[in-house]
């Protein structure tokens, strides 16, 4: 096994790029190219370019809430203050678009 940290990452980056292109997953993809499972995750993510902290992050999905009778009080206020009212069954998915790119 190479010594210093970066022919390490020379040796891991090419496995690396060979699973992301594979469609496996990465217990499969050890599997079939003989390498330490645990190994390969600590590299995989060690050389994965850093992704930004950001708010955005947070939300992973937006549910529509049925609320009859007070759709047009319905809003949403953000960590931010901003307030987005008006939010229906009408605009729900819009409002999901708009959350991811926050």
């Known amino acids: 096994m190479p010594a210093d940290n970066e022919e390490r990452k020379a040796h891991w980056r090419p496995h690396v790029e060979?699973?992301?292109?594979?469609?496996?997953?990465?217990?499969r993809f050890c599997e079939d190219n003989a390498l330490p499972y645990w190994q390969f995750?600590?590299?995989?993510?060690?050389?994965?370019?850093?992704?930004?902290?950001?708010?955005?992050?947070?939300?992973?999905?937006?549910?529509?809430?049925?609320?009859?009778?007070?759709?047009?009080?319905?809003?949403?206020?953000?960590p931010n203050g901003v307030r987005i009212s008006g939010i229906d069954a009408s605009n729900v998915d819009l409002l999901a678009t708009v959350l991811v790119q926050l």
């Open 18 to 27: 060979a699973w992301e292109a594979s469609g496996l997953s990465a217990k």
């Open 41 to 78: 995750l600590y590299w995989s993510k060690r050389l994965r370019p850093a992704q930004p902290t950001s708010l955005a992050n947070a939300f992973t999905r937006v549910v529509p809430v049925a609320s009859p009778g007070v759709a047009q009080g319905l809003h949403i206020t953000l």
